[in-house]
Structures are given as structure tokens and as C-alpha cells.
């Protein structure tokens, strides 16, 4: 079936991930980009300090400008190879941090858009209720989805994946398969964010002048937990669009785009209209037969 001949289905997704995910994995791309640029950087200084003969015993004057921190602060490129192994591992620890901060993000969002979308869930009844009803009426803000949220993204991820599997059932088990990858991820970001990687109650406790050691991240360690996320929000994601999202998303931009229509404007114009705008949103392209069928159920909520 071609683009143009693909009709508007409420409950069929025309996409294989929410938008949420998309942006999502736009962040990841982001972080990936960020940190592949440390690790080049990385390769590269020690590829030309190995070149160039550089020794432990050397002044950091020797091999980098003297006007640079390294050459003020450490006292020979032993002292500095042990910053930058220190260094190293706040990337590696950032990288958590990063990560565990756009999957509290994505959750929020697609948690949210799931609840608007198949508001049944709440009462146990899943598509008994249309969102997209909701959303036309303006009775959206009628249940409080906030406190939902709020369950499936604080606290340990028992009790995330619980308040998770109450909504949505079986949809969370890519999820609850890492259950111990998240929440090695959540307690590291904690530390890291709260104390900068050092044990929390030590680092608060007063009458000592002891500087306590970072938290050891790995690469390796940190490269696992990203797969993890990466697996396991793939998974969840195209649970809830299959099960309880369907084209919400789409409905929502026409939403949005709607009270821009000419009120008196035929059907087969703001069709036309909704094709040209969501093309330009990013999204994936919606051929005549699918705007035309989205328009035509709008109207007929």
C-alpha cells in the first residue's frame, strides 16, 4: 500500500515510534556526539604525546602551553595522565547522569501522551474512551494525569515499574527486563548529581577535612547502561503506540493547527492545509487518502 493510498486509522500508528521517542533518541544522538568527541580528543593527545616522546617525568610546559590549567596545576605528565584518567571518569559519569535525565524525560512524556490518548486506562477500560473526544471537547484536564506521571518517574524503579504495570500491564516487561540496569542508573545519577559521585551522607558530614574519592564509572559500564535504555524504551515505546496511542500524535497537531483554519473552510482544503503542515513539522509524511480520513473523523467526534 503506497503513502497516498494509506487511510487515517485512530488505533493503527502509521509511524513505528511516538514522536516522543524520536526526540528521545535525538538526545542520545546529541550526548553520542558529545561524548565520541572526548574520546577522539582522548586518542588523539595520547597518539601525540607517544609521537613525540613525551615522558612521566616531563613538565605539562613540555607538551601543552604553559598558560593552559594542566601546566599550572599538575607537576609532571605522570600527575597529568592521573587527572585526565580522573577526568575520564566524570565523562563516563556524566554520560549516566545525561542518560538517566532523557529517560526521565521520555517516560514523563509518553506516559502523558498514552493517558490523553486511551484515558480507559485509568478505569481499566482501554479504548472504551477516545482521547481524541476528550481533547476536541476540551475536557483534556479532566483527570489528573500529573500524579500518575509523578508515580512512573520517582522513587526506585519497584516502584516506577509497578505504578507502570498498573496503567499498562504486560506493555512494561522490556522495561522491568533491565529492572537492575535502571536502577543502577538512577542511584548513580543521584550520587553523582547530588554529591558528585561521592557517597552522599559522607560527603554532608561535618568536622572532617577529608576529600573522598569519586564513583568509579567505566566506559564499558557506562556503554551497557545506555544499550540497556536504548533496548528497553525501544520496546516500551512501540507497546503504547501499538496498544493505546495509535495516531494520537497526529490528532493532537491537527488539533493544534485547527482554530488557524478558516472555520468555514471545506474538508478537503484543511486536509490539504494538515498535509502541507506536518510535512513541514518533521513527522512522517501523510499521504491525500490519510489527511483527508483524519479530517473527516475530527469532524465527526
Known sequence: MTKSATPFARWTPLEPFTWSFQVFTEYDRELMRLWGSHLSSTAYTYSQLGSTGAKWTDKPSAHFRADVLPASFCTDMKDWSTAFNAFDNWVNLSVVLTLASNLETYVASVVRLALQSDPGVLLGTPRAIDGGYALKHKRIGAVDIDAHIEACTRGD???????????FGSSVAGLRAVHSDLDQLRTVRNRFGHAFGRKINEARRTGTLDILPMEKMTRKTAERLRDSVLQATRSFD?????????????VHFYNHLHPS?????????????????????????????????????????
Open 157 to 167: 524503579w519497584n516502584s516506577r515499574l509497578s505504578a507502570l504495570q498498573r496503567l
Open 238 to 250: 512501540q507497546e503504547l503506540l501499538t496498544n493505546h496511542i495509535g495516531e494520537y500524535e497526529a
Open 261 to 301: 483554519l478558516k472555520a468555514r473552510a471545506h474538508a478537503g482544503q484543511r486536509a490539504q492545509d494538515f498535509k502541507k503542515a506536518i510535512g513541514h513539522h518533521g513527522a512522517q509524511l501523510r499521504g491525500k487518502v490519510y489527511c483527508k480520513g483524519l479530517v473527516q473523523y475530527w469532524d465527526a467526534l
